[in-house]
């Protein structure tokens, strides 16, 4: 087991051995992901496909001299494996050693902390501008998928990379998937490309000035040391355009690519996860549900995603039944925001989904195309939480200091399954403003809820009571509650607990009423405390006798956390609270 | 005078001309625009070169029924002549009732207030989405300048539209221009398009997926007419490529495009402002000199800008002086932060410069591309501040709540000359941080500076004094500073005078010091108060006795406003802080 893999130490082994032994190779590193994935989890599809270009490009190039940029990089483990860190895959005791992204902190052979799509380009750009600024000649190479093409700060390295007239190597790994299917026009002529064996005439990145080369076989490992030796050292930017099976050597994965871009700890025999979901509906089946059911009775109503169906688990038979109702415009989250503004400006009632981490991308957008315009359009996201994704590239925290201070935006952060229905029906109803509904990251609670939440920044007092105001935000409600309980228990009174419901804007109001017969606010938010929602309370009272801690978390790229462990150490677990009240 | 203009009410007085009546129209048009431009400035090339094709679109097309959106809209004032907005440009008196771009509030032929690049095609392609799912039959067309498709979310949308089967027309107004000249791949591909009068094979919007068709006389408004109505109703996308001339009409603008995109109040014969700059030193001469001293002396150090050369005021000839210490680009605010930190990664110092509005388009580039990774690149805003530029679409007033709140990135505020070139020295020299340095928007200052801010949010106490604490960030410091002199004056005690310099973090030995002689600070910034810097400080001070008051501008997207009336307004002029201080 391993017999290969276990003598690779770094690129200069995977130069040493036969064309024989690298497709050995090749087969043990399948086995090392297989090791891994089974049992942590994490992107198969990307992985499985690019084993043979990864080891070409060692046994061609010189890394770290010569530099790998990788997109996403969610298809670097292959990477990974050559370069020093193949105990991440096969010993089971090292798993968490690597992340599953390529990180500078791991080694010296990856070069940037990436998860976001569409980057890899401009980041090596970046690289090769300094190289020929210090008059160095080492080769740069940017990896990326056909998926994150679309993305803009893709497209833009593209048309810059037209310019050089330095080393310049782009390889498109074409596995003709993002995360679902690919959505745009330029796919059309990628499937040209391929059909032609890159003759066709119409070519893209010949459009964009840009020297090009195919080779269909991507999972031949001689074909591709062949291709690779031809670009090596050329002196201008081109593009190595290669076709590969994504999920290859897995023929569940072969045959159902969207499901196996990414997977949960799985039995490879059947295929099936390893631990059980329990019975619990989740706030995206519920969103699905919604979605579905609006659908049928409101034609003006559409989804719109940027190739993130999968954030609210939306299927691919869901898609088709949804037909000219769901609009998936490819990784394109600029795109996607401007869309929806001009869709709701016409009169349609657009529903956008995707992850908070990736809707950061398209903040401008939100700013100007939407909210400058006031457009109704709803935007839903999930893993807003601390609680969920906790890659540093992943993060959903940031989001309160982010979206929250836009004007006319309006972001609700809902306390329970009955409240978030209730917002996503007021919100894809109304006419009047822009609005960010952030799903709970936290288990679903059942509560009654309003239904409608047009008097826009009123806060919900869900018990009166004294001295203490707790104001508990979205899913850390139910902290909130739990501290209210523990304050009677330990100090014999009843503080009032509020959820304002509102993220973007205060209920001057009831604070103002706060002030008569309370002389603390606490505040929980489930993001970072800089630029959130607590301090604009702080702000509030500054200058009055009420007394406001902001509790949430520090402004930090926290990486791989255990978020209860995180609470603990920024003293914002309930007993904490408590003991600092003593 | 304007007597053909002055019947124009709406398109259908457009279509009631004869060919060689619309031609003495566009010369009553440029002279419109004449009279507009030489006396309150505003964009001159962009305008100047749409004026047939608007015609000609008028005339063909239906509006508001068939919905134009332009691209920035910085080319609409002959499409707002036509729609019963001609006061706005032959009546001095109504000058002011018109934005320099569209405006659905002006008018409903208009369907987005827009500024910022790249953004026509897919608000657009909205618009036809709702159209599609309403079943109705309208033309969208969305009009884009070259300059523009080089954007993310321009060339997003480009692929979006490559999917569609329903009417779309793309009217790429290409002027061989965007501000200043064009830079990437893609432009060589417009210029063999033109050369070949459209019949190149190599043609990136078919590439795309998109029909395409050519038209090389863009000013000839029978052609545009006759190339209109052949698109008029088409079934599917398409591009209609016309070749126009930027600044056509006016000798000088034709000869220098650069300088005649956008133009303050001027005397049409000779071209030169009608009014005294002065001869201050402005802080972007200051920054240039800072460039062309720097690049000479060390060959690591290279400019990198979105197509915005101008921020700073950076000449053609300083340009080509720089030779490949400088990099445009071109609109690609993305591909510029990723470049960046990717150049600064392999040891150069990139010393990226564009205005405080645009930047925002690279939120996530800024949060993960570059502050993940932590590398060592320098950002300077122009325009950061309330004072500059007004129109709601290019306010700078948000710089402080978006980037003040993401990890990592250090965001400088100098408050004087000295200030501003120490901080730059030590930025683009150190190797730990990237860094955002504000442009002050308040005139030029003078006082003596640190040189090293290596100790990171490290505030200085510029005055020391007792009861009020008085923190005022950047180009707020003189307020600062006059406001300590009138508290001396009005209450006769000396109060504390603070400038932080860091406007992302908090110096906290500092605020703890200023518990014990002090029971109020004030806080002075230049953006809005939510998720800014003041907000950081109330929230520190939250639980304890210290009061804390708030100045800055509130989330709210101003327009056209005078600045010295809004600061009354907000009740943060000195004496109104005196006052409410009493």
Redesign the interface.
């Known amino acids: 087991m391993y017999e290969l893999l276990k003598k690779i130490d770094g690129p200069d082994d995977v130069k040493k051995l036969s064309q024989d032994e690298l497709k050995l190779l090749a087969n043990e590193m399948r086995e090392a992901l297989f090791n891994r994935l089974t049992k942590i989890g994490g992107h198969f599809g990307p992985n499985f496909g690019m084993v043979e270009a990864t080891i070409a490009m060692h046994y061609v190039f010189n890394s770290p001299k010569d ?1 790998f ?1 990788f997109d996403v990089s969610h298809q670097s483990y292959p990477h990974k494996m050559l370069t020093g860190r193949r105990n991440g895959y096969i010993d089971d005791e090292h798993f968490l050693e690597d992340s599953g992204y390529t990180n ?1 902190d791991e080694s010296e052979h990856d ?6 799509t569409s ?1 890899s ?14 008059h160095d000649n080492e080769n740069v190479i940017a990896v990326i998928g056909d998926g994150s093409l ?14 050089m007239d330095s080393n310049f190597i782009i390889v498109v790994n074409d596995n003709e998937m993002a995360i679902a299917e690919n ?4 796919y ?2 990628l499937k040209e490309l391929r059909i032609s064996n890159g003759k066709s ?4 990145f ?5 020297d090009y080369i195919y080779e269909e076989d991507g999972n031949d490992i001689s074909k591709m040391i062949e291709v690779f030796k031809k670009v090596k050292d050329c002196k201008h930017p081109i593009v190595v355009h290669i076709h590969t099976q994504k999920g290859k050597g897995y023929e569940l994965a072969e045959k159902n690519k969207e499901n196996w871009h990414w997977t949960m700890p799985f039995d490879r025999e059947t295929g099936k996860p390893t631990f059980d979901f329990g019975n619990v509906k989740s706030y995206t089946e519920m969103t699905v549900d919604f979605i579905m059911d609006k659908a049928k009775k409101d ?2 109503f ?1 989804v719109i995603t940027p190739a993130m169906p999968g954030a609210i688990g939306l299927s691919r038979e869901q898609r088709l039944e949804l037909k ?2 769901y ?1 998936d ?2 990784i ?1 989250e ?2 996607a925001v ?11 009632k ?1 529903l956008l989904v995707t992850n908070m981490t990736f809707i ?2 398209s ?3 939100i ?3 939407l ?3 006031n457009n109704p359009v709803t935007m839903v996201m999930n893993y807003s939480s601390f609680d969920g994704l906790t890659d ?2 992943h993060l959903g925290i ?1 989001g309160l ?2 979206f ?5 935006l309006v972001v609700l952060a809902p306390t329970s399954a009955e409240e978030y229905l209730n917002m996503l029906e007021w919100s894809t109803n109304q006419r009047q403003h822009p609005v960010m509904i952030l799903i709970p990251g936290n288990e679903v609670s059942h509560r009654s809820a309003d239904v409608d939440f047009s008097d826009i920044n009123k806060f919900k007092m869900e018990q009166k009571g004294e001295k203490t105001a707790i104001i508990a935000l979205g899913d850390f409600y139910q902290r909130g509650e739990e501290l209210a309980k523990e304050i009677n228990a330990k100090f014999g009174y009843t503080p009032t607990l509020i959820n304002p419901r509102f993220a973007s804007g205060l209920d001057e109001e009831m604070l103002e009423e706060l002030k008569k017969e309370h002389s ?1 606010v606490i505040t929980l938010e489930d993001g ?5 929602f ?3 309370i ?2 509030y ?3 009055s006798d009420m ?4 509790y949430g978390l520090k ?3 926290y990486d791989r956390y255990n978020p209860e462990e995180l609470l603990k150490e920024l003293e914002m677990t309930t007993s904490q609270i408590i003991d600092s009240l003593r």
């Open positions: 530099k940029v500078p070069f940037f902390n990436v998860g976001h980057t380009i401009a980041l090596a750009l970046g690289l090769a501008k300094a190289r020929d600024l210090k679309s993305g803009g700060e893709a497209m833009e390295a593209l048309n810059v990379a037209g310019d959505h745009g026009g330029m059309e002529n005439s119409n070519n893209i010949k459009a964009y000035g840009l034609k003006d559409f000219d109702q609009l415009v490819g394109a600029e795109a401007a869309i929806a503004s001009g869709a709701a400006k016409n009169g349609a657009p950061q991308r903040y401008d957008q700013s100007q195309d909210c400058i315009n540093v590239t940031f200091s982010v929250t201070n836009i004007p006319n603390l970072i405390i800089e630029g959130g607590g301090q604009k702080a702000s009272y500054g200058t007394k406001v801690k902001n402004k930090e790229f």
